[in-house]
């Protein structure tokens, strides 16, 4: 696979055509579109088709295949968030951060609250911290169908609230605890800002959302890109049945499931977001970023134009995603 996504751009589309073209004009990037069109090609199993198991299986494999190297600078550790049911986190100090008063990021990976592990984001999580200088905890949340909506929610803002009372422990800055996630882990991170303010306790310094779910639509880019685009529309519904399951229509205005119903957006933490071009999740992102200004939040929005929901575990095969990681996390913790 990697051998013929490094191939050059015109070799590339005389083997699977000219990228598409999205509704905004923007071509797709060329190796995301040799990458889609080799899953197509070799006929890889759709998540939502298999066994839970299976399917975790398959992503987590996936996941470390695509995903960048793990940088050997960084100091693994692990320990559980005691409660119900105790939460494995991994912590990861970069060598050179030698301060005990470091910043620090909970980590939440994504997977559709279904799928994903820490094990399988274990490197992306150690690039995190390594390009931040921060102590970073990789939480391995609860998933369902075993511990359904809002389990995992709970899980966070238990991690959240461990390592802020522990701090000294760990050595970071409580003041400079972020919140990080990617798609489901984005929204898990929104998960732990709004409970620490409905709480009346200590919010993120920032959260750091890549591609979340803010809400159920009707939203044109779920259409546009529910199919062949890595996050089908049958995959969506997959997850969402799995996760919400009896409760799906019982909390139809729950902001813990749609965060952009939340009542109080102006209380939440200064917020870095990143969406996709070809993205189901594009135009409920760009219209939570239109809540979060109007509501008075300091928030930056970057748009990753021509690429696809998952990128973040991409790093290793596609350049344009490391770039937006890259970039990303530059301009989120600029002012650590």
């Known amino acids: 696979m990697r051998r013929t996504l490094v191939l050059p751009p015109r070799v590339s589309q005389r083997m699977f055509g000219a990228p598409p073209v999205n509704d905004r004009g923007t071509a797709l990037d060329t190796q995301a579109h040799t990458l889609l069109s080799l899953i197509k090609a070799t006929k890889q199993p759709e998540l939502h088709t298999l066994t839970v198991r299976r399917a975790r299986e398959v992503y987590d494999e ?3 295949t695509m995903d960048l190297k793990a940088p050997w600078e960084v100091k693994t550790y692990h320990g559980f968030v005691p409660g119900k049911r105790p939460v494995l986190y991994e912590v990861y100090r970069p060598h050179h951060v030698k301060s005990r008063n470091a910043p620090g990021i909970l980590f939440f990976h994504g997977g559709g609250f279904v799928i994903g592990s820490a094990r399988g984001h274990a490197a992306i999580a ?3 911290a390594h390009q931040t200088d921060s102590v970073v905890f990789n939480v391995d949340y609860s998933l369902a169908p075993e511990n359904p909506f809002p389990c995992g929610i709970e899980d966070c803002v238990a991690a959240f609230n461990h390592v ?15 919140v990080l996630g990617d798609s489901a882990g984005a929204t898990l991170s929104i998960n732990v800002s709004q409970a620490q303010v409905e709480a009346g306790r200590q919010t993120p310094y920032k959260q750091i959302l890549f591609f979340p779910t803010t809400d159920a639509g009707p939203y044109a880019s779920r259409e546009l890109f529910g199919e062949g685009f890595f996050l089908s529309h049958e995959l969506i519904n997959w997850f969402s049945n799995t996760y919400l399951g009896a409760s799906k229509f019982e909390i139809a205005n729950d902001p813990r499931a749609l965060p952009r119903r939340f009542k109080r957006k102006s209380e939440l933490p200064s917020t870095y977001i990143v969406t996709c071009g070809f993205d189901p999740l594009r135009d409920e ?10 509501a008075g939040v300091d928030v930056h929005h970057h748009d990753a134009a021509d690429i696809i929901h ?3 575990t991409m790093g290793g095969v596609l350049n344009s995603a490391k770039t937006y990681i890259d970039r990303a996390l530059e301009h989120a913790t600029s002012d650590l």
């Open 164 to 178: 802020v009372n522990q701090h000294h422990s760990f050595g970071v800055d409580p003041k400079r605890l972020m």
């Open 310 to 312: 998952g990128f973040i």
């Open 62 to 64: 996936a996941t470390q």
């Open 126 to 128: 150690k690039y995190i």
């Open 285 to 294: 992102g760009e219209a939570y970023v239109k809540d979060l200004v109007k």
